[in-house]
């Protein structure tokens, strides 16, 4: 039962003349629903007039064959008293007429044959709470929008306008004299024009960023921006996943799917990791965006869409067309405008701005009240070549945020890999530094020697005796090298 502090969940009436069918389908449900259970029709019209006042059922699974009253005429009756309820039928048999008269005047969402897996009966019945959730947000939005409709088209602009703010080309983090400045200015040029947009760029650089960019200076800004991980996936599974498929396509295909190049339907559909992908699904793909058009998997009639594609590789896509594994003519119809966005060891003076955007996201996301980055913080970051692009400094602001406890980010919160460059892995920047070095071999060897002290004591938090362990030093030997190179704080 749902007490004080509780989500309730959704009710579901199980109708069934069979008592140990009743009890099956209650363990299988009773986790997420709570379940009414009626051995006729004739009491599940007593159950439904009942609850009707008090919570309501919002889902009604019914078997098809019982004494008196069948499954479809019962849902007949409930469509007509108890509209809002999503009506299931369950049936071991599978008679034609029945299901066609069944979804026709009865309005059955779905028809489920025995015998049943709890699993998927599971599956099917959260989503028909889903729907029920959905059928009950359209009709309060529909009767705002008759009731409100001038304040809440105002409040769609408004929400709009931050939406098309945070992802447009203002979402895009960069200081004056930033590389990616040239990317926005192209992006600004090519966004209102259906052309086919290829974007490279290392992994983590913010490729979707600039994707969604694209989207929402574009004339489709209003419609879907939909993506889709191409390397993540099998080709038979991503074919899916693009075009949709039939119920009974393949195995584990319970039920139709509307495909992501159907829901992106007016908008823009982006491709990531496009390189990934096989030949033989590059030929599909190709037919797609010459011909506006596509099968889903089990289906005999095309789906005509209007798509705006952009795609985007870590790879060099000529190279890859070189060795045959791309194919060219699909890597030309791609890339009408190809497009690089810089790495973040190229933008240095974008990474103080791009720090203090990802600490605003970060406290958001945990709740946490952090204002910023302390002098010493903001040099490691500027200092790191971060390998890991974007992606890497969003994760390490992320864990600052999480261990700090203070209203700035220290450096002594940071990875050791940002505050010291691992053994093997010296940047050339770093070789430059090592011989710009002024002075004989001691005062150079002082200057390592310094900057060997400062990350250990920057690790350990300023803690003498933990960071004398490290070095293997005494507290006093610690001390008098901190005050030598004058590192003793305050």
């Not at 849902?75 to 069944?102: M, Q």
């Not at 979804?103 to 025995?114: D, F, P, R, T």
């Not at 339907?265 to 990934?276: H, S």
């Not at 999480?402 to 220290?410: N, Q």
Request: net charge negative; proline share 5%.
């Amino acid at each position: 039962m749902n007490g004080p502090g509780h989500v309730k969940l959704p009710t579901v009436l199980v109708i069934d003349d069979e008592v140990r069918s009743q009890e099956a389908l209650r363990r299988t449900l009773e986790e997420d629903f709570e379940v009414l259970c009626a051995s006729s029709a004739e009491e599940g019209m007593e159950i439904m007039g009942r609850e009707a006042s008090v919570r309501g059922v919002q889902i009604i699974l019914c078997d098809q064959r019982m004494p008196g009253m069948s499954g479809v005429e019962f849902l007949k009756e409930a469509r007509s008293r108890w509209p809002d309820a999503v009506r299931i039928i369950l049936s071991g048999y599978t008679d034609a007429e029945d299901i066609i008269t069944g979804v026709n005047e009865a309005g059955i969402w779905q028809y489920l044959l025995k015998p049943w897996q709890p699993e998927q009966m599971l599956l099917t019945l959260q989503r028909a709470a889903e729907v029920w959730r959905l059928q009950q947000d359209n009709q309060r939005l529909s009767l705002e929008l008759r009731t409100a409709e001038p304040v809440l088209k105002r409040r769609v602009e408004s929400k709009y306008d931050q939406v098309k703010q945070a992802f447009g080309l203002g979402g895009l983090v960069r200081a004056p004299g930033s590389p990616l400045n040239d990317v926005c200015d192209l992006v600004a040029r090519v966004a209102p024009f259906d052309l086919s947009v290829t974007i490279t760029g290392e992994s983590g650089t913010g490729k979707e960023m600039v994707a969604r960019a694209i989207h929402y200076e574009s004339r489709r800004s209003a419609k879907p921006f939909v993506t889709e991980n191409c390397g993540a996936l099998p080709d038979t599974l991503l074919e899916a996943e693009l075009f949709g498929h039939k119920r009974g396509a393949f195995t584990g295909a319970v039920e139709d799917r509307v495909g992501l190049f159907q829901q992106a339907d007016g908008g823009t559909l982006f491709l990531d990791e496009i390189g990934e992908t096989s030949p033989a699904f590059q030929v599909k793909l190709l037919r797609v965006l010459q011909e506006g058009e596509f099968r889903p998997l089990g289906s005999t009639r095309p789906v005509h869409v209007d798509v705006r594609v952009i795609a985007a590789t870590n790879r060099d896509l000529e190279e890859e067309v070189r060795a045959g594994r791309f194919r060219e003519d699909l890597y030309y119809r791609l890339a009408t405008i190809p497009l690089h966005v810089p790495p973040l060891r190229e933008r240095p003076m974008d990474l103080p701005l791009l720090a203090q955007k990802l600490l605003e996201s970060s406290s958001r996301s945990l709740a946490k009240t952090v204002e910023g980055f302390t002098n010493e913080a903001l040099a490691c970051i500027a200092a790191y070549r971060w390998p890991g692009n974007v992606r890497e400094l969003q994760n390490e602001i992320l864990r600052m945020v999480a261990l700090s406890d203070g209203r700035k980010l220290g450096a002594d919160l940071m990875s050791p890999r940002v505050l010291r460059t691992p053994v093997g892995e010296v940047q050339a920047e770093e070789m430059a530094w090592l011989a710009s070095l002024q002075g004989g071999l001691k005062e150079r060897m002082d200057q390592l020697e310094m900057q060997v002290l400062k990350e250990a004591m920057i690790r350990q938090r300023w803690n003498k005796s933990k960071a004398a362990r490290e070095l293997g030093l005494s507290r006093v030997g610690l001390r008098s090298k901190l005050v030598r190179y004058g590192l003793e704080p305050a």
